[in-house]
């Protein structure tokens, strides 16, 4: 079919009136005028290779480019997205359709030799490649691809990403993803081929129009599901990488911090992943924290009911609970001084010992604080099974802390913050706790975690029982980053959030010398042990804590300050976007998921 000389003038006013409709038009990035630039952008394409092939193909790409907007009819999701979203990324589906498929069309114009056709089908599968991928995340996780999906894995080492997919890909999801790659490869083929064998490449100045149409048309869709994950990401990592930059900055504005601090060793426990809806120190059937709940009736231990965390992934959530930033107060990550760089600059002492791993793919600003102690060792930096040994192995236990902490020397006149950063209840469970420890069986997921949950109790009485005897030591404090949804047989994803994600323990254990030197302090934080809290507000604990006056601290965020706002309304998480719901509202405590492991 030859297009006539008739069809070439329409083409050229259809072009003209869109150029006129984009400068009157004021308004005209509203959804549904953005959904006339895709149908115009895949109309002009047709009219470039009018054949009925070109159309299929046309039609094939935008559906499956638009289908990811049915994701949440499968996922753990229930809100469909919003109708803009719906209608920008459909209008971006028709016109990156429309584009990729004329560029591969003048490929195929160019001839039929072998490199041409492996271009074209590579540029098929790069073009299906990112709905394909939303389609396997949500089909694996039930949860949805965000930025913080891709944060998390750029902050993955190697061998937990290949350790998770190890434990998650059960046989179904296997079959479905060849399912998946055979549809790809399938799909590529067909898209790539030469669809216009009987129409004569369209002439230069008609090509030229049709590609600045669509390079004026594009950005007019750009706030579409797809770039949106992808500008996510970038901003996070640019607010990251300015963090990091602004270290100096914040050095600097410390200098002048008061040298008068409360002398002693203190320490700050850092648990990973602990639910506290399955410790039976807070109620739970199993008795998986006998240590804290006999622990918990003493007059040295103060155990806090309401406790959540500010963020369901531990990077987000530490990058607010290790510095001056919170939920609550109106100051940028960057300008936030981090618990570190207060302490040192007080004059204290900081150690930081991690049994988590150091090294992903992209650093992060926990790394980063934790890296700024005066004295910090990652016990597994890689993961490996152990120190100086090149062998990967994802079975890491906190017994390593334990042991390492015999050797750091504390003096009696030091002042100084010893930070330890547990592996915890982190999946994969079995590999938190030495193979012959498994008092609730290993035939449930709820069994394997309930049994991290006891062997963190049994380090946590090690790890008490070893620094109460160091020289001067004043308070231990535990708390974890996040917890996990295991009521319901997931982990933790922003994605698939559920209030059980930020149900933390939190306690401090005092020595006698702290309690009768500090006795209000230490009555308010008794009276404050049903009161809410997020983690994020740990920077204004510690401080206080350790006599270190910033200036920059607001007593209402102070939980060992009798002005502190316990009003549970004023709570959030998830970084400000949600409110706290409490496990009474939420769900029952005490249940146990019964979901059934591959053998």
């Not at 753990?76 to 459909?90: G, K, M, N, V, W």
């Not at 930025?147 to 080492?157: F, H, W």
């Not at 469970?429 to 049994?451: L, S, V």
């Not at 963190?456 to 996990?484: A, G, T």
């Amino acid at each position: 079919m030859i297009i006539r000389k008739k069809t070439f003038r329409c083409l050229e006013l259809c072009l003209i009136l869109c150029f006129l409709s984009l400068w009157l038009l004021p308004s005209f990035s509203i959804p549904c005028l953005t959904l006339c630039i895709g149908g115009i952008g895949g109309i002009v394409g047709y009219m470039l290779f009018p054949t009925r092939a070109f159309l299929q193909r046309w039609l094939v790409g935008t559906a499956f480019y638009a289908s990811v907007l049915l994701l949440p009819m499968l996922t753990a999701r229930t809100q469909a997205f919003p109708i803009e979203l719906s209608l920008i990324t459909l209008a971006f589906s028709m016109l990156l359709s429309s584009l990729v498929l004329c560029l591969l069309q003048l490929l195929a114009s160019c001839g039929r030799n072998l490199l041409l056709c492996l271009v074209r089908f590579t540029a098929a599968v790069l073009f299906f490649f990112p709905p394909l991928l939303f389609w396997a995340y949500g089909l694996h996780t039930h949860a949805l691809l965000s930025a913080d999906t891709v944060l998390v894995i750029l902050q993955t080492y190697p061998v937990e990403a290949l350790q998770y997919l190890k434990d998650t890909l059960t046989p179904l999801h296997s079959g479905l993803l060849v399912v998946l790659l055979c549809l790809l490869y399938a799909t590529a083929s067909w898209f790539s081929r030469n669809c216009a064998d009987t129409c004569p490449p369209p002439k230069r100045r008609y090509t030229a129009l049709y590609l600045l149409l669509v390079c004026v048309l594009l950005p007019h869709t750009s706030n579409n599901l797809y770039v949106t994950v992808v500008n996510d990401t970038s901003e996070a990592l640019k607010t990251q990488e300015t963090f990091l930059q602004a270290a100096p900055t914040r050095q600097a504005r410390l200098k002048e911090l008061s040298q008068e601090t409360r002398p002693g060793l203190f320490v700050l426990v850092i648990g990973e992943s602990e639910n506290r809806l399955h410790m039976s120190a807070y109620g739970y059937e199993r008795d998986t924290t006998p240590w804290l709940r006999a622990k918990a009736a003493d007059d040295d231990c103060l155990l806090f009911t309401n406790a959540y965390a500010n963020y369901v992934s531990t990077v987000q959530a530490l990058s607010y609970a290790l510095t001056e930033k919170n939920q609550y107060m109106d100051l940028s990550l960057q300008d936030a001084a981090t618990l570190p760089e207060t302490a040192r600059a007080a004059g204290i002492r900081t150690i930081m010992r991690s049994n988590q791993g150091k090294f992903g793919l992209y650093s992060t600003a926990v790394t980063a604080i934790e890296d700024e102690c005066d004295d910090a060792l990652w016990l597994h930096p890689q993961q490996f099974s152990n120190r100086g040994q090149e062998r990967l192995n994802f079975r890491v236990e906190d017994g390593d802390i334990v042991k390492e902490l015999k050797s750091i020397p504390i003096a009696s006149t030091d002042r100084t913050l010893l930070i330890l950063h547990l592996n915890g209840s982190h999946n994969p469970y079995p590999c938190r706790y030495p193979e012959d420890f498994h008092p609730f069986g290993t035939a449930t997921i709820t069994d394997q975690y309930d049994n991290t949950v006891a062997y963190n109790d049994k380090i946590m009485n090690q790890i008490y029982e070893s620094v109460r005897w160091f020289p001067n030591f004043q308070c231990l404090i535990y708390l974890s980053d996040h917890s996990e949804g295991i009521d319901h047989g997931i982990m933790h994803d922003s994605n698939s959030y559920l209030p059980e994600m930020t149900y933390i323990p939190f306690y401090i254990l005092a020595s006698p010398a702290f309690r009768s030197a500090h006795q209000d302090q230490w009555a308010t934080l008794a009276s404050h042990r049903s009161a809410y809290f997020t983690n994020d507000l740990l920077y204004d604990l510690i401080c206080s804590l350790m006599g270190i006056q910033t200036g920059h601290m607001l007593p209402e965020n102070d939980i060992a300050r009798p002005e502190y706002d316990a009003r549970p309304e004023r709570f959030r998480t998830e970084h400000g976007k949600l409110a706290i719901t409490p496990p009474a509202v939420a769900e029952p405590q005490g249940g146990q998921a019964s979901v059934a492991l591959a053998p």
